[in-house]
C-alpha cells in the first residue's frame, strides 16, 4: 500500500512538471510557412492565410503556390467558399485546448476556409468518376483559394438547379446536420424534434433535412427569423424573445442545439423518455477561452449514469454518401441552402467578422475569381 501512495504522490508531482516543461518547448518553438508564402516561385495562385492567432483583422490574401494534384486527387477551381464558426474558431486559436494540436503560440497551419465549390480543373491517372469541367462541392481547409487539391473519395457533384454559392455552403453546416438527426438522432417519421438556432447555418438546414426525414420539426429563432423558418417548412416556430422553449409542455424525441444557452436540466425536461440531446460543436464566440464548450460536455458525461436520455456534443464527419444524399434532397427540391449575404475572397475579414456577430441567416457565401 506505501509503495501505491508513493508512485501515486511522484506521478502527481512528475507529469505536471513535464508538461510544462512540453508546453513551454512547444510553445516558443512554434512556426508556420509565413516566411516563405510571400516569396512562391513558379505558378501562384490569391489564397486566405493567417500567420497569427487573432481577429479577422490578421487574415491575408497573398500569392502561393498552386497545387498540383496527386495520382488519386482532383484539382479543383474553386468558385465559391463559405464561413463557419469553425472558421474562427480556429483564426482565434479557442478555446485555447484546441491549440494542442494546432501550435500553441501561432498556427501551424496557415491555410483557411473548408467549404468550397467549384468546377474539376485536372485529375490524377486514377481518377475515374470525374472529369474537367464537372461542378463539384466538398471540404478541406485551404479551400478560400482559387485552386484545391481533393482526394476523389472526397468529392461529390454538385446538384444543377443551385448556385456555386449554395454549393459551397454545404459541407460543414449541412453535414452536421444531417448527421446529427439521422445517425447521432436516428430520427424517425413522426417523431418531433426541436431545432435551437433554426436560422442559422447549421439550422436552416436541420429544419429542412428533418421535414424530408419525415419529422415533425420546431424551429426556435428570434422574431426577425420567424418567416425564414416558417419558409422552410417548420411545423412549428418558437420566438424566443417572447416564448421559452424549455419551460413548454411539448416533448421532444431529439433536440439538436445549435446555441447552447439552457442548462441540460432543464433541456431534459422536454425530452421523452427516451429523447435524445446533441449540441453541436463548436460552441459561440462567447464560450470560456480555455476549454469553450467542453465544461457542458464534462457535465454530459457526469450525468451519463444517471439518465435514460443520451446527451452527447458531435462535429460533422466526412462522409461521401452523405454528400450525395444532401446533392439528391437538393435536385429533388427538398432542401435549399440559405445564403444571407456574399462577400468577395478580399472581403474575408469582413465575411468572419460578420459571421461572428451571431446574426447570419443561413451561410455567409465568399465568391472567388
Known amino acids: 500500500m506505501k509503495a501505491i501512495k508513493r508512485i501515486i504522490k511522484w506521478t502527481l508531482i512528475v507529469v505536471p512538471v513535464l ?16 516566411e516563405t508564402l510571400g516569396k512562391a516561385q513558379g505558378e501562384t495562385m ?15 490574401v497573398m500569392d502561393v503556390p498552386k497545387p498540383q494534384p496527386t495520382d488519386n486527387q482532383v484539382l479543383v477551381r474553386v468558385r465559391a467558399a463559405s464561413v463557419n464558426p469553425y472558421d474562427w474558431h480556429m483564426l ?8 494542442l494540436g494546432n501550435g500553441l503560440r501561432k498556427p501551424a497551419v496557415t491555410k483557411f476556409g473548408v467549404d468550397f465549390a467549384g468546377t474539376v480543373e485536372a485529375i490524377g491517372k486514377n481518377v475515374t468518376e470525374f472529369k474537367p469541367g464537372d461542378e463539384v462541392f466538398s471540404g478541406k481547409p485551404g479551400a478560400f483559394a482559387q485552386y484545391i487539391c481533393v482526394a476523389e473519395k472526397s468529392l461529390a457533384k454538385k446538384a444543377e438547379n443551385i448556385s456555386f454559392e449554395q454549393a459551397g455552403s454545404i459541407q460543414i453546416a449541412g453535414m452536421t446536420a444531417l448527421q446529427g438527426l439521422r445517425k447521432h438522432g436516428n430520427i424517425q417519421p413522426g417523431q418531433k424534434v426541436l431545432v435551437n ?25 428570434s422574431t426577425r427569423n420567424i418567416e425564414l423558418v416558417k419558409g422552410l417548412g417548420a411545423d412549428r416556430v418558437i420566438d424566443y424573445t417572447k416564448e421559452d422553449f424549455a419551460k413548454g409542455s411539448e416533448r421532444y ?16 425536461q422536454i425530452l421523452t423518455p427516451t429523447g435524445k440531446y446533441i449540441m453541436i460543436g463548436g460552441g459561440g464566440p462567447n464560450d470560456g477561452k480555455w476549454i469553450g464548450p467542453f465544461g457542458r460536455v464534462i457535465h454530459m458525461l457526469l450525468l451519463k449514469p444517471f439518465i435514460k436520455q443520451p446527451m452527447t456534443m458531435m462535429m460533422a464527419e466526412n462522409n461521401k454518401a452523405d454528400m450525395n444524399f444532401l446533392s439528391d434532397l437538393m435536385r429533388a427540391g427538398k432542401l435549399t441552402p440559405v445564403i444571407d449575404r456574399t462577400f468577395k475572397l478580399e472581403e474575408v475579414s469582413a465575411a468572419v467578422a460578420y459571421v461572428e456577430t451571431g446574426r447570419a441567416r443561413g451561410k455567409v457565401a465568399i465568391t472567388v475569381e
Open 197 to 221: 438556432g433554426a436560422s442559422g447555418g447549421v439550422g436552416t438546414f436541420a429544419v429542412q433535412i428533418g421535414k424530408a426525414l419525415g419529422a415533425h420539426v420546431t424551429g426556435v429563432c
Open 46 to 60: 490569391k489564397a486566405v492565410v493567417y500567420c497569427d492567432y487573432g481577429t479577422s483583422e490578421v487574415l491575408k
Open 92 to 99: 482565434r486559436g479557442t478555446p485555447y485546448l484546441m491549440r
Open 19 to 34: 508538461l510544462f516543461i512540453w508546453f513551454q518547448i512547444s510553445y516558443w518553438s512554434s512556426t508556420n510557412d509565413c
Open 253 to 268: 424525441d431529439l433536440i439538436l442545439d445549435n446555441v447552447p444557452n439552457h442548462p441540460l436540466s432543464e433541456c431534459r
